[in-house]
């Protein structure tokens, strides 16, 4: 359980499932659900624990990951890379054989894009890891949407890119909290290379920008009324949040002052209310 990073997991099923509801515009086929949820989690969790396996050196030396299980001795790095692989290849045939290939190659291209080009690649090379790399976690939304119906649309295509202009404003703010891990192990994520003030302000960039992509669901006739509300209100108090950091930011406060991790925590709970308003609005038409 430990190497599936399960806590991670949570939020790309809270972003898969609602997908499914709005490509069905109703409630779709339970059974699926559940594989497409399984599927989901084999698949993630051979990707983090892959992650596991190639970072095994530098979570030794952070604070946050030292107590990981290849860290500890609980589970050998062999074991760790047959484990991971394992689940790779039967996430990616319960897709195939159970749901549809469309979405069995869209979960091995995330669990590729993930370890490969995010872990292996961009990582310990660029500060722009997250915003690249971040678009493993974006694609759960296509692969609910092509379980359901075996094809792409626009909508699935704008949510995937709520969730890409989503993920470095929700990282970012972490990255700031525990830099000094960071820069420890010399991954240059951006809050270690960069200013307070640099960051806040690609922060509330990104976030003008997912909030402005959230928006185009309703005009382009997928959802109505209900996750339009919904989609203001927190997109809203979310930019609230972002500009509140920034002016922290530029006043050069620092420390537990900054909260960092209000936006933080507050990115998790947006993603969850924007999404169940995904699922709800299809019943409110």
Same mark, same amino acid.
């Given at each position: 359980?430990?190497?599936?990073?399960?806590?991670?997991?949570?939020?790309?099923?809270?972003?898969?499932?609602?997908?499914?509801?709005?490509?069905?515009?109703?409630?779709?086929?339970?059974?699926?659900?559940?594989?497409?949820?399984? %599927?989901?989690?084999?698949?993630?969790?051979?990707?983090?624990?892959?992650?596991?396996?190639?970072?095994?050196?530098?979570?030794?030396?952070?604070?946050?990951?030292?107590?990981?299980?290849?860290?500890?001795?609980?589970?050998?790095?062999?074991?760790?890379?047959?484990?991971?692989?394992?689940?790779?290849?039967?996430?990616?045939?319960?897709? %195939?054989?159970?749901?549809?290939?469309?979405?069995?190659?869209?979960?091995?291209?995330?669990?590729?894009?993930?370890?490969?080009?995010?872990?292996?690649?961009?990582?310990?090379?660029?500060?722009?890891?997250?915003?690249?790399? %971040?678009?493993? %976690?974006?694609?759960?939304?296509?692969?609910?949407?092509?379980?359901?119906?075996?094809?792409?649309?626009?909508?699935?295509?704008?949510?995937?890119?709520?969730?890409?202009?989503?993920?470095?404003?929700?990282?970012?703010?972490?990255?700031?909290?525990?830099?000094?891990?960071?820069?420890?192990?010399?991954?240059?994520?951006?809050?270690?290379?960069?200013?307070?003030?640099?960051?806040?302000?690609?922060?509330?960039?990104?976030?003008?920008?997912?909030?402005?992509?959230?928006?185009?669901?309703?005009?382009?006739?997928?959802?109505?009324?209900?996750?339009?509300?919904?989609?203001?209100?927190?997109?809203?108090?979310?930019?609230?949040?972002?500009?509140?950091?920034?002016?922290?930011?530029?006043?050069?406060?620092?420390?537990?002052?900054?909260?960092?991790?209000?936006?933080?925590?507050?990115?998790?709970?947006?993603?969850?209310?924007?999404?169940?308003?995904?699922?709800?609005?299809?019943?409110?038409?």
């Amino acid at each position: 359980m430990a190497l599936t990073k399960p806590r991670i997991i949570e939020l790309l099923l809270i972003t898969t499932v609602p997908v499914m509801f709005l490509a069905e515009q109703g409630v779709p086929d339970l059974k699926l659900v559940l594989i497409t949820c399984l %599927g989901g989690y084999l698949s993630a969790g051979g990707a983090n624990a892959l992650n596991m396996w190639y970072d095994r050196d530098i979570d030794a030396l952070m604070d946050r990951t030292s107590q990981r299980p290849l860290v500890t001795g609980m589970v050998s790095p062999a074991e760790c890379l047959v484990f991971g692989i394992s689940l790779a290849v039967i996430s990616t045939l319960l897709f %195939g054989f159970a749901v549809n290939w469309l979405s069995a190659w869209l979960s091995l291209g995330a669990l590729l894009f993930y370890v490969v080009v995010y872990t292996m690649i961009l990582k310990r090379r660029t500060s722009q890891n997250i915003v690249w790399g %971040g678009i493993a %976690g974006c694609l759960p939304v296509l692969i609910g949407w092509s379980s359901v119906t075996d094809s792409m649309s626009w909508a699935p295509v704008i949510l995937f890119l709520v969730m890409f202009f989503w993920t470095p404003p929700h990282y970012w703010p972490l990255s700031m909290k525990v830099k000094d891990d960071y820069a420890r192990v010399g991954v240059p994520m951006l809050p270690v290379i960069a200013s307070n003030k640099v960051v806040a302000r690609q922060i509330v960039l990104y976030s003008w920008m997912m909030v402005a992509v959230s928006l185009l669901l309703t005009p382009l006739g997928y959802t109505g009324w209900f996750y339009t509300v919904v989609a203001l209100l927190a997109g809203g108090f979310w930019l609230w949040e972002a500009h509140g950091l920034q002016n922290r930011a530029k006043a050069e406060v620092t420390g537990g002052k900054l909260k960092e991790m209000r936006l933080f925590h507050w990115s998790i709970t947006y993603v969850s209310l924007l999404f169940v308003a995904v699922a709800v609005d299809p019943f409110l038409r």
